[in-house]
């Protein structure tokens, strides 16, 4: 269950619940875009928000093990990460170091490896490498 109350949004699935807060534009419409959160002790689904016509929709997304940890060997790889360097799905680009070129260059990596194309505005909503592996299964389930 979604609920918008104020300056917040309220999600509640199982037994977790997470407020988050959002900047709400001067239409009332929330900028949010993307909430991770844990499920049943794991942490890898994605919850999107995507603006249709008038409306939100919200899709839970959840990559198959071996989509994350193909994400994650490339990550490892573009970063030049030590190999005592913890690469997960709850790792976050930035935390590794990674600047908006590697971003970039993980990006293109991604799209050479899988066979797709990420739209510039969607590769720019991917921080972690759950988003990326999410957004990987999700354009392939297009194809």
């Known amino acids: 269950m979604a609920s918008i109350t104020g300056p917040s949004i309220s ?3 199982f ?12 239409n009332g419409i929330s900028s949010l875009r993307l909430v991770s959160l844990p499920i049943s002790g794991r942490s890898y689904p994605s919850l999107r928000l995507q603006k249709s016509s008038s ?3 919200v899709s839970c997304a959840q990559a198959k093990p071996e989509t994350l940890n193909k994400v ?12 005592d360097t913890v690469v997960n799905g ?4 930035v935390a590794l170091g990674a600047d908006s070129l590697d971003t970039v260059e993980i990006v293109m990596g991604l799209e050479e490896e ?10 720019q909503s991917i921080v972690s490498v759950q988003d990326a ?11």
């Open 11 to 13: 999600i509640t699935s």
């Open 15 to 26: 037994s977790t619940s997470l407020k988050l807060p959002t900047q709400t534009s001067s």
């Open 55 to 57: 409306r939100f929709r």
């Open 72 to 83: 994650c060997e490339i990550v490892r790889n573009q970063l030049a990460l030590a190999p």
């Open 90 to 93: 709850e790792s976050k680009f």
């Open 114 to 123: 899988f066979g797709i194309s990420v739209e510039e505005e969607t590769a």
């Open 133 to 143: 592996a999410d957004l990987i299964e999700e354009l392939l389930e297009k194809k």
